[in-house]
């Protein structure tokens, strides 16, 4: 019996419309754009029942007395079935789903969006969902596994993805489909089906065939088409044995196969070619109902029936055995359409009705006797064979059994699954497969690309119209990928059989008129990645290879990633390329990173480390601060800075995530700056890229570091000052690498770090945690650290005051110990300069430079004079020092003994140019013998007027004055201005200030010329005498120690004295000092007046000047107002 097409009718307004039957089949149910579900009894139901959900339903599915719908205000509907009673929300979306379905029992629906989101959600309990994401467009359609182990779905973005649905992973995706940027523009809508009861297959219609897809090995096993069929297909659906499928094509067309015999059955034409937008078999009856775009309903009745007895005679023993693979488990014969096949030939020639049983869309009585004898006891195949065979035969082919074949098992693998490998893609760009999307965001200007069948073309413009005019480009080439900075366009193409893929450099900046330059790349080799940077471009191709060539066009290095390229973003001279390293899994990436400097000195700073990523991500933007910091953002919005303080490891600095009011909703970053401390991106709404027009708004998100327990005052104390610490880095990298940077920046960061960690030492001696306290004063500057000894002491905490002094002395030890080692580099540095400038001009010949002395006895005889006199005028200079070894004095916080000869040249100096010239080329003799010392000395004494750079006799004095007057301990009676001004002498003097004090040599004072700090520094200290007594306990102990080493161990052997022995040595020191007082500055004023004469008076009064220089007072206002507040 032929098929019978029954009239369309209308159902809906025009717009996409569907159709299903109810369980028992006895009624039809629609929906379309008028909003409208309607409930038919028949195709010539008149007065259908009428079910309002909103303004438009887009999509519903029906099971268990539920219906569930898609409506027009992003939500998924639930109304009972038929009465059509609200009955809640299951979800929603920020755009509309565009396709909604049961799983095969009714507990669950899966809704796929326009936001790129799939939900799973409980139909009990609607709070119990699940977001799958991976699409990268609009989702088209989703499907069910009938085992409720995977989902199918279809997206815009050209591919059909397997889902796991409990590890809510991707399982596989395939490119099949042609992408389009909305659904609207889409040419098939993929209406996925799977095989009913075993979900064996997977039935996908791409172009004008469908393709089947076996389970769990992903593979396509074969695919169904037919000449009548002349445009895409829109739609597949499975009859409910699992043997038929039918499909319906844009133009109309509607086509059934038998999917044993893959031999199409039916063919029929839509009167007026509308696009048929759903199928649905009935479930008992040969029916399949159908709807179009223009909102009509029609039915097929007596489907499947006709040449199947033809086609299936025909069979091959091949198709037989996919028969058995194909069918296996299907053991249910309820319906007509299982039993089909088998009396197809067994009712041949039998025309007689039987209207008391169930009539099979042949027309014909079952004989089911033979499946009823022994419950399905047959196998399929060997009781279709028979039947062929034997169409007469009956009850005798019971007995006839085929061989059982045992279906190998395939091992299974529990472990965590491989993730595929993240594609390269552009940073800042949006995907290249919409018609309209951005090639290139960043804080230069935007590039624009329009591909639609009116224009292809591209549109560069500028933030900042100063730089350059907007320019519009037409897109001949295809260019895919774009780049944008203050001196060029970058485009890149993809290559084709004909072509190779190019690089082409607009470079506008230019001064010649020859402006712009294309490059084709290798046969084969695909341009995948781009950057520009200053004066360079560099690109990545699949080849793994990257390739730099100058703005104008030369080319430079070649050379080999470690990886598949994933981006790469330039940055003045550095380079950052990320690459796959691996395969990652159970969803993490693999990735790692290079960092190269493409300056004058090329260096490797980063050699493929790991990029570190949140769980389950991947990386979505690459770039550099504003001022030159690596960084990048992934996909669940964490922004993370490169931290060059600590090794070059990755910080996390913001998460976009918190600031986003809905699940779907992102921020696309842009741009980041350190200074302000913004994150300028665009909010985008229920989807992960932002629409070209109307041009999008931009955000500016503040930084916060993860810290833990940030709602305490304690905690967005640290945050703030690690933050400050981190968005600082970048003023040492530019000084470091001779950049132009605003000083007042890390100026101004160091008094917010120094204000914070005052605060936080004040916090913490509220709470009586002093040890807290030591810990932040190891981050203190020496003049915050002498308001916090203040502070303490007024908040009586006088242990913690008394450490904080021992720790601000040790600390000024190390500073002037690190500033005199400094100073013997530059002094070395500057002698090797000279040497250099002068064997220039000179015969290399063997001089008094290059040979030793001639007599080594003179040389050492005159060496031990100069020692002598060193150690007198050592003396002179420092009379506080302790005099602790008889032989020599030292600085007892320097970290290895000054010799005889090295004190000498420190002080002697002084001493031997009464007219304040300074000789900076005299060497240590712990570097040179003392014969060579001595000639070498004479000789540059006398040719100081042909030095490079000489430091004026103030500054050196200044500096031999610093590291001399440090004392190991302060007394105990000391004022609090003295101790100020302690703080004041060893405060380590910055570049700045050394080049004013170059300039300005007057004011500084001499080692010499400070008369009123004598009389108060030479006065011993508990400590001194007690270190007297027990110097040589200590050297029997450890006789290894130098002299610093005594004084440390020292130290710590006194502080482990009780309070009352450490009061008892410093009431002793007091006693014991006071008597040769006068002596001893009697002998300095006349030591004094015999070394300076008449400038003595003046060079007093600039030490005077010096002394009582006030520090920042801004600063010191500021710290010491919140120090001493009162409540």
Same mark, same amino acid.
């Given at each position: /019996?032929?098929?019978?097409?029954?009239?369309?009718?209308?159902?809906?307004?025009?717009?996409?419309?569907?159709?299903?039957?109810?369980?028992?089949?006895?009624?039809? +149910?629609?929906?379309?754009?008028?909003?409208?579900?309607?409930?038919?009894?028949?195709?010539?139901?008149?007065?259908?029942?009428?079910?309002? +959900?909103?303004?438009?339903?887009?999509?519903?599915?029906? #099971?268990?007395?539920?219906?569930?719908?898609?409506?027009?205000?992003?939500?998924?509907?639930?109304?009972?079935?038929?009465?059509?009673?609200?009955?809640?929300?299951?979800?929603?979306?920020?755009?509309?789903?565009?396709?909604?379905?049961?799983?095969?029992?009714?507990?669950?629906?899966?809704?796929?969006?326009?936001?790129?989101?799939?939900?799973?959600?409980?139909?009990?309990?609607?709070?119990?969902? #699940?977001?799958?994401?991976?699409?990268?467009?609009?989702?088209?359609?989703?499907?069910?596994?009938?085992?409720?182990?995977?989902?199918?779905?279809?997206? %815009?973005?050209?591919?059909?993805?397997?889902?796991?649905?409990?590890?809510?992973?991707?399982?596989?995706?395939?490119?099949?489909?042609?992408?389009?940027?909305?659904?609207?523009?889409?040419?098939?809508?993929?209406?996925?089906?799977?095989?009913?009861?075993?979900?064996?297959?997977?039935? +996908?219609?791409?172009?004008?065939?469908?393709?089947?897809?076996?389970?769990?090995?992903?593979?396509?096993?074969?695919?169904?088409?037919?000449?009548?069929?002349?445009?895409?297909?829109?739609?597949?659906?499975?009859?409910?044995?699992?043997?038929?499928?039918?499909?319906?094509?844009?133009?109309?067309?509607?086509?059934?196969?038998?999917?044993?015999?893959?031999?199409?059955?039916?063919?029929?034409?839509?009167?007026?070619?509308?696009?048929?937008?759903?199928?649905?078999?009935?479930?008992?009856?040969?029916?399949?109902?159908?709807?179009?775009?223009?909102?009509?309903?029609?039915?097929?009745?007596?489907?499947?029936?006709?040449?199947?007895?033809?086609?299936?005679?025909?069979?091959?023993?091949?198709?037989?055995?996919?028969?058995?693979?194909?069918?296996?488990?299907?053991?249910?014969?309820?319906?007509?359409?299982?039993?089909?096949?088998?009396?197809?030939?067994?009712?041949?020639?039998?025309?007689?009705?039987?209207?008391?049983?169930?009539?099979?869309?042949?027309?014909?009585?079952?004989?089911? *006797?033979?499946?009823?004898?022994?419950?399905?006891?047959?196998?399929?195949?060997?009781?279709?064979?028979?039947?062929?065979?034997?169409?007469?035969?009956?009850?005798?082919?019971?007995?006839?059994?085929?061989?059982?074949?045992?279906?190998?098992?395939?091992?299974?693998?529990?472990?965590?699954?491989?993730?595929?490998?993240?594609?390269?893609?552009?940073?800042?760009?949006?995907?290249?497969?919409?018609?309209?999307?951005? /090639?290139?965001?960043?804080?230069?200007?935007?590039?624009?690309?329009?591909?639609?069948?009116?224009?292809?073309?591209?549109?560069?413009?500028?933030?900042?119209?100063?730089?350059?005019?907007?320019?519009?480009?037409?897109?001949?080439?295809?260019?895919?990928?774009?780049?944008?900075?203050?001196?060029?366009?970058?485009?890149? %193409?993809?290559?084709?059989?004909?072509?190779?893929?190019?690089?082409?450099?607009?470079?506008?900046?230019?001064?010649?008129?020859?402006?712009?330059?294309?490059?084709?790349?290798?046969?084969?080799?695909?341009?995948?990645? /781009?950057?520009?940077?200053?004066?360079?471009?560099?690109?990545?191709?699949?080849? @793994?290879?990257?390739?730099?060539?100058?703005?104008?066009?030369?080319?430079?290095?070649?050379?080999?990633?470690?990886?598949?390229?994933? %981006?790469?973003?330039?940055?003045?001279?550095?380079?950052?390329?990320?690459?796959?390293? *691996?395969?990652?899994?159970?969803?993490?990436?693999?990735?790692?990173?290079?960092?190269?400097?493409?300056?004058?000195?090329?260096?490797?700073?980063?050699?493929?480390?790991?990029?570190?990523?949140?769980?389950?991500?991947?990386?979505?933007?690459?770039?550099?601060?504003?001022?030159?910091?690596?960084?990048?953002?992934?996909?669940?919005?964490?922004?993370?800075?490169?931290?060059?303080?600590?090794?070059?490891?990755?910080?996390?600095?913001?998460?976009?995530?918190?600031? %986003?009011?809905?699940?779907?909703?992102?921020?696309?970053?842009?741009? +980041?700056?350190?200074?302000?401390?913004?994150?300028?991106?665009?909010?985008?709404?229920?989807?992960?890229?932002?629409?070209?027009?109307?041009?999008?708004?931009?955000?500016?998100?503040?930084?916060?570091?993860?810290?833990?327990?940030?709602?305490?005052?304690?905690?967005?104390?640290?945050?703030?000052?690690?933050?400050?610490?981190?968005?600082?880095?970048?003023?040492?990298?530019?000084?470091?690498?001779?950049?132009?940077?605003?000083?007042?920046?890390?100026?101004?960061?160091?008094?917010?770090?120094?204000?914070?960690?005052?605060?936080?030492?004040?916090?913490?001696?509220?709470?009586?945690?002093?040890?807290?306290?030591?810990?932040?004063?190891?981050?203190?500057?020496?003049?915050?650290?002498?308001?916090?000894?203040?502070?303490?002491?007024? @908040?009586?905490?006088?242990?913690?005051?008394?450490?904080?002094?021992?720790?601000?002395?040790? #600390?000024?030890?190390?500073?002037?110990?690190?500033?005199?080692?400094?100073?013997?580099?530059?002094?070395?540095?500057?002698?090797?300069?000279?040497?250099?400038?002068?064997?220039?001009?000179?015969?290399?010949?063997?001089?008094?430079?290059?040979?030793?002395?001639?007599?080594?006895?003179?040389?050492?005889?005159?060496?031990?004079?100069?020692?002598?006199?060193?150690?007198?005028?050592?003396?002179?200079?420092?009379?506080?020092?302790?005099?602790?070894?008889?032989?020599?004095?030292?600085?007892?916080?320097?970290?290895?003994?000054?010799?005889?000869?090295?004190?000498?040249?420190?002080?002697?100096?002084?001493?031997?140019?009464?007219? *304040?010239?300074?000789?900076?080329?005299?060497?240590?003799?712990?570097?040179?013998?003392?014969?060579?010392?001595?000639?070498?000395?004479?000789?540059?004494?006398?040719? @100081?007027?042909?030095?490079?750079?000489?430091?004026?006799?103030?500054?050196?004095?200044?500096?031999?004055?610093?590291?001399?007057?440090?004392?190991?301990?302060?007394?105990?009676?000391?004022?609090?201005?003295?101790?100020?001004?302690?703080?004041?002498?060893?405060?380590?003097?910055?570049?700045?200030?050394?080049?004013?004090?170059?300039?300005?040599?007057?004011?500084?004072?001499?080692?010499?010329?400070?008369?009123?700090?004598?009389?108060?520094?030479?006065?011993?200290?508990?400590?001194?005498?007690?270190?007297?007594?027990?110097?040589?306990?200590?050297?029997?102990?450890?006789?290894?120690?130098?002299?610093?080493?005594?004084?440390?161990?020292?130290?710590?052997?006194?502080?482990?004295?009780?309070?009352?022995?450490?009061?008892?040595?410093?009431?002793?020191?007091?006693?014991?000092?006071?008597?040769?007082?006068?002596?001893?500055?009697?002998?300095?004023?006349?030591?004094?007046?015999?070394?300076?004469?008449?400038?003595?008076?003046?060079?007093?009064?600039?030490?005077?000047?010096?002394?009582?220089?006030?520090?920042?007072?801004?600063?010191?206002?500021?710290?010491?107002?919140?120090?001493?507040?009162?409540?």
């Amino acid at each position: /019996m032929p098929v019978k097409k029954n009239p369309m009718r209308y159902a809906h307004l025009e717009g996409h419309t569907e159709v299903c039957f109810n369980e028992t089949g006895s009624r039809l +149910v629609t929906c379309g754009s008028d909003g409208d579900i309607r409930i038919w009894e028949n195709i010539e139901d008149d007065d259908p029942k009428s079910i309002n +959900v909103g303004e438009k339903a887009h999509s519903f599915a029906l #099971k268990n007395g539920k219906v569930v719908t898609a409506s027009s205000d992003n939500a998924v509907l639930m109304h009972t079935f038929p009465n059509g009673d609200p009955d809640g929300i299951l979800t929603r979306f920020t755009t509309n789903a565009n396709h909604v379905v049961f799983n095969s029992d009714g507990t669950k629906i899966a809704a796929g969006s326009s936001d790129f989101l799939i939900k799973v959600v409980q139909v009990e309990d609607s709070s119990v969902q #699940k977001t799958l994401r991976g699409h990268s467009a609009p989702v088209l359609s989703v499907a069910f596994d009938p085992k409720d182990e995977y989902l199918a779905s279809a997206g %815009c973005d050209g591919t059909v993805r397997i889902w796991n649905i409990e590890e809510q992973i991707c399982e596989l995706n395939l490119s099949l489909l042609p992408k389009c940027n909305d659904v609207i523009n889409a040419k098939s809508i993929c209406r996925l089906s799977w095989q009913p009861k075993n979900g064996k297959f997977l039935a +996908v219609p791409v172009d004008k065939a469908v393709q089947f897809y076996e389970r769990d090995a992903w593979t396509m096993r074969f695919t169904l088409s037919d000449d009548f069929i002349t445009q895409p297909l829109n739609a597949v659906t499975w009859s409910p044995c699992g043997r038929f499928i039918v499909a319906g094509s844009i133009d109309g067309r509607i086509v059934v196969w038998n999917v044993l015999s893959k031999a199409c059955l039916e063919r029929e034409q839509h009167d007026k070619g509308f696009t048929i937008c759903c199928l649905s078999w009935h479930p008992k009856l040969a029916q399949v109902a159908y709807t179009d775009m223009e909102g009509n309903l029609g039915v097929l009745e007596n489907v499947c029936h006709g040449g199947d007895v033809s086609a299936s005679t025909k069979v091959s023993s091949a198709e037989k055995k996919d028969y058995d693979e194909l069918f296996d488990g299907d053991d249910d014969d309820e319906d007509f359409l299982n039993g089909d096949l088998i009396d197809h030939v067994a009712s041949v020639g039998n025309e007689d009705d039987d209207d008391d049983n169930f009539t099979p869309i042949s027309g014909h009585t079952k004989k089911r *006797g033979i499946l009823d004898d022994d419950d399905n006891s047959l196998d399929v195949l060997s009781l279709k064979a028979n039947d062929i065979e034997k169409p007469e035969g009956g009850d005798d082919d019971q007995s006839i059994k085929a061989p059982t074949i045992p279906y190998p098992s395939k091992p299974s693998y529990s472990g965590p699954m491989p993730t595929p490998p993240q594609k390269p893609f552009q940073p800042g760009s949006t995907p290249s497969h919409l018609s309209h999307h951005f /090639m290139m965001w960043n804080s230069i200007g935007v590039i624009r690309c329009y591909n639609d069948e009116q224009d292809n073309a591209i549109d560069v413009e500028f933030h900042d119209t100063s730089i350059h005019h907007a320019i519009h480009l037409t897109n001949a080439l295809n260019h895919t990928i774009a780049d944008l900075s203050q001196e060029a366009v970058l485009l890149a %193409c993809e290559g084709t059989e004909e072509l190779a893929s190019k690089l082409q450099c607009l470079h506008f900046s230019s001064w010649d008129n020859s402006k712009e330059w294309i490059v084709d790349m290798p046969k084969g080799e695909d341009i995948q990645a /781009m950057c520009l940077g200053q004066g360079w471009v560099a690109c990545a191709t699949n080849a @793994s290879l990257v390739r730099v060539f100058t703005v104008g066009g030369v080319q430079k290095e070649i050379f080999s990633l470690l990886g598949p390229v994933v %981006c790469m973003a330039g940055h003045g001279e550095q380079l950052l390329i990320v690459h796959n390293q *691996g395969t990652g899994l159970d969803g993490d990436q693999c990735l790692g990173v290079q960092l190269l400097e493409l300056g004058k000195q090329k260096r490797q700073v980063l050699h493929g480390n790991p990029l570190p990523l949140s769980k389950k991500s991947f990386l979505s933007w690459l770039g550099f601060s504003a001022e030159g910091s690596p960084c990048y953002v992934d996909s669940e919005g964490v922004v993370r800075l490169l931290n060059r303080s600590l090794g070059h490891t990755w910080t996390p600095v913001c998460n976009t995530r918190e600031h %986003c009011k809905g699940k779907s909703d992102h921020y696309w970053v842009v741009g +980041v700056h350190e200074n302000p401390q913004q994150l300028r991106c665009i909010p985008c709404k229920g989807s992960r890229f932002p629409p070209t027009l109307p041009r999008p708004a931009m955000a500016i998100l503040p930084f916060k570091l993860p810290h833990c327990q940030i709602t305490t005052e304690k905690g967005q104390m640290e945050e703030q000052y690690w933050r400050s610490h981190i968005f600082t880095n970048h003023v040492d990298y530019l000084a470091k690498n001779g950049y132009e940077c605003d000083e007042n920046v890390k100026t101004e960061a160091e008094k917010e770090q120094q204000e914070l960690l005052m605060k936080m030492f004040a916090l913490s001696c509220k709470l009586e945690r002093e040890f807290r306290c030591m810990e932040l004063a190891e981050l203190m500057t020496p003049n915050v650290m002498n308001l916090a000894i203040k502070y303490a002491s007024r @908040s009586k905490r006088l242990i913690l005051a008394q450490r904080l002094s021992e720790m601000a002395l040790e #600390k000024a030890a190390e500073l002037a110990s690190a500033q005199q080692q400094e100073d013997e580099e530059e002094e070395e540095e500057e002698e090797t300069d000279f040497r250099s400038r002068l064997n220039a001009g000179y015969s290399r010949s063997a001089t008094e430079w290059g040979r030793p002395g001639t007599n080594p006895a003179a040389h050492e005889q005159e060496a031990e004079m100069n020692c002598e006199d060193g150690d007198e005028e050592l003396e002179e200079a420092q009379p506080d020092t302790p005099n602790l070894n008889k032989k020599t004095a030292t600085n007892p916080f320097s970290r290895t003994v000054p010799s005889s000869e090295q004190l000498n040249s420190k002080s002697g100096t002084i001493v031997s140019s009464n007219q *304040g010239r300074v000789n900076p080329f005299k060497v240590s003799a712990s570097q040179k013998s003392p014969a060579l010392a001595g000639s070498s000395s004479r000789i540059l004494d006398n040719m @100081s007027k042909l030095t490079k750079k000489t430091p004026t006799a103030g500054n050196q004095s200044a500096r031999k004055s610093d590291s001399l007057i440090i004392k190991p301990l302060a007394p105990k009676a000391k004022s609090k201005q003295g101790q100020a001004s302690l703080f004041q002498n060893i405060q380590p003097k910055s570049t700045t200030k050394k080049t004013k004090e170059k300039e300005n040599p007057a004011p500084q004072p001499k080692p010499n010329s400070v008369p009123e700090k004598t009389e108060t520094k030479k006065s011993k200290t508990g400590f001194q005498l007690w270190l007297d007594g027990n110097r040589q306990s200590i050297l029997s102990e450890n006789p290894e120690l130098d002299e610093s080493e005594i004084i440390r161990e020292g130290m710590s052997r006194f502080r482990a004295l009780t309070n009352e022995d450490r009061m008892l040595w410093t009431e002793k020191a007091k006693g014991d000092d006071s008597a040769d007082l006068k002596k001893r500055k009697r002998e300095e004023q006349e030591n004094r007046e015999s070394q300076e004469g008449p400038d003595a008076e003046t060079q007093d009064d600039s030490g005077a000047a010096k002394k009582h220089k006030p520090f920042d007072q801004s600063a010191n206002a500021k710290l010491s107002a919140f120090a001493f507040k009162k409540d």
